[in-house]
């Protein structure tokens, strides 16, 4: 079965500081990737999927992820944080075998001044 | 800007009472699905469908239950509501094929007191 482990589920940067939220999955077949973003009272906004091809995935706000196969990884990362990027991010995972998206329990990300 | 409408965004209610919670999306999507979001952040899928009279159970067992008469609506009923499901309900749509990903509303936030 498909799982996403998200490691820390709090991490806390200065602005301008580099952001890295990790990410590890489990699939037998191979995936397809996906960071979500959410801020309060609000549902989950799409930053970037890894479906087939470049490995190293853009995304919006600055974002980017990398998918590294023999890693099992898909970390998120972000060059320099800004105060806006304090939300709640998940890691999730699908594959071939069905229509599910497995989510990652969720990291908190805040931004120091 | 994805097109998927949930009501109500905030509901308290007392227990025993029965809720209904809608959804709705215009982009056509086949695939629609229920998550409950805990407060501490963590997703868990709890029906979901592939169109039109399929439903179907999700990972996480609820006493809730949906249904798909139309491909654009994906109610969720609890029949007696009680304190344990107080929650955030996040409704979401999905395009065809494995690799798109999840379209969210804002989500229904329920306090049964």
């Known amino acids: 079965a498909q799982s996403v482990t998200q490691l820390g589920s709090h991490v806390s940067v200065s602005e301008g500081a580099l952001v890295l939220l990790r990410c590890n999955y489990s699939s037998s077949v191979p995936p397809y990737l996906f960071w979500y973003v959410q801020y309060p009272n609000q549902g989950l906004q799409l930053l970037l999927k890894y479906t087939t091809g470049a490995t190293l995935v853009k995304g919006i706000n600055g974002f980017e992820a990398e998918f590294k196969k023999s890693e099992t990884s898909f970390h998120l990362t972000k060059p320099s944080a800004h105060m806006s990027d304090a939300a709640e991010y998940f890691c999730a995972v699908s594959d071939d075998r069905d229509d599910k998206i497995i989510f990652g329990k969720g990291t908190r990300l805040h931004i120091l001044p | 800007e994805a097109d998927i409408y949930q009501t109500p965004r905030y509901l308290v209610i007392g227990t025993g009472k029965k809720i209904t919670l809608e959804c709705s999306q215009t982009?056509?999507?086949?695939?629609m699905y229920w998550y409950q979001q805990d407060p501490g952040m963590e997703l868990h899928l709890i029906h979901y469908s592939y169109g039109v009279n399929s439903t179907e159970k999700g990972d996480l067992s609820s006493e809730s239950t949906v249904s798909r008469i139309r491909t654009e609506h994906f109610p969720l009923t609890l029949e007696s509501a009680r304190p344990s499901h107080t929650s955030q309900y996040l409704c979401?749509?999905?395009?065809?094929?494995?690799?798109?990903?999840?379209?969210f509303g804002e989500g229904s936030r329920l306090t049964v007191l």
């Open positions: 982009m056509g999507h086949d695939k």
């Open positions: 979401a749509s999905r395009g065809d094929g494995n690799t798109g990903e999840l379209f």
